[in-house]
């Protein structure tokens, strides 16, 4: 039953947040468990709560604009925005939205401007590094984008933007095997899905399915109730005519049902 698919932890902030829901800390540290949990409807419902009685909280909109973004809300994300512009025009999540806007609309003079002003304010990092790699590429200059991102790799080696660039280099140069090490190195030193789903694609193409399936079996432990990783596990075995696996998670989904967002 519903009960008895949900994680202990979520369960008892569950219970200590229904004794004290005037306590806003508590119910943050509930809906990021729920966020963690894939649970991106009863992380929307409790951060709604919260925002009910701290309605000018731009922590808690940022928070909700995650969540929005996960389920493709369009009008969530929106609304939003344009809370962040009116309200919070030098907040640093309004000044990228700007940003975004302006590179959007290839107004690439204004994007500069204001990258400028978040680099000025905010300092250089490996996000206004990206941005700038970005806009190059947007402008066609590739040449001078390719130069960036080795100087950004080299500078912010933990930044699986900058590694998953390098990546990319050296693939379209045929240097599969120097590819492969870049996010292996990576994953050396920093947990990322995204980098562990490159490696499983990278896997799956050398015909090691055994390494790859194991990735994805890593994300399902570490978030055992997440419908989409049970998706996945499910179609991969059902590509490779292993029905009877397929069916296992499959089952395993409409088990965790009452859980799933």
């Known amino acids: 039953d519903y009960t008895a698919v949900r994680p202990e932890h979520i369960v008892y902030l569950e219970q200590v947040y229904e004794k004290n829901p005037d306590n806003l800390l508590i119910g943050y540290v509930l809906s990021e468990a729920y966020l963690a949990a894939d649970k991106k409807y009863l992380t929307r419902k409790t951060l709604n709560q919260i925002e009910k009685k701290v309605p000018n909280s731009a922590f808690v909109k940022s928070q909700l604009l995650e969540v929005y973004n996960r389920e493709d809300n369009e009008t969530g994300v929106n609304k939003l925005i344009e809370w962040f512009k009116v309200n919070e025009p030098s907040n640093s999540l309004s000044l990228n939205i700007l940003y975004s806007e302006a590179v959007e609309q290839k107004k690439y003079e204004t994007a500069d401007s204001l990258l400028d002003v ?6 250089t990092n490996s996000d206004v590094y990206s941005k700038k790699v970005s806009l190059l590429l947007d402008r066609k200059k590739q040449k001078e984008a390719i130069e960036l991102i080795e100087q950004g790799y080299e500078d912010y080696p933990n930044s699986y933007f900058f590694v998953y660039l390098k990546y990319l280099i050296l693939n379209s140069q045929k240097d599969v095997s120097g590819a492969k090490k870049v996010i292996k190195k990576y994953l050396k030193k920093n947990y990322s899905q995204e980098a562990y789903k490159t490696l499983a694609n990278i896997l799956f193409e050398e015909g090691d399915v055994s390494g790859g ?6 994300f399902l432990e570490n978030v055992p109730y997440s419908s989409a990783y049970m998706e996945t596990l499910g179609d991969i075995y059902y590509e490779l005519k292993d029905y009877d696996k397929a069916l296992e998670y499959y089952n395993q989904i409409l088990k965790y049902l009452p859980y799933v967002s």
Request: glycine share 8%; aromatic share 16%.
């Open 118 to 123: 978040i680099e000025r304010k905010f300092g």
């Open 213 to 218: 399936m194991k990735i994805y079996e890593m």
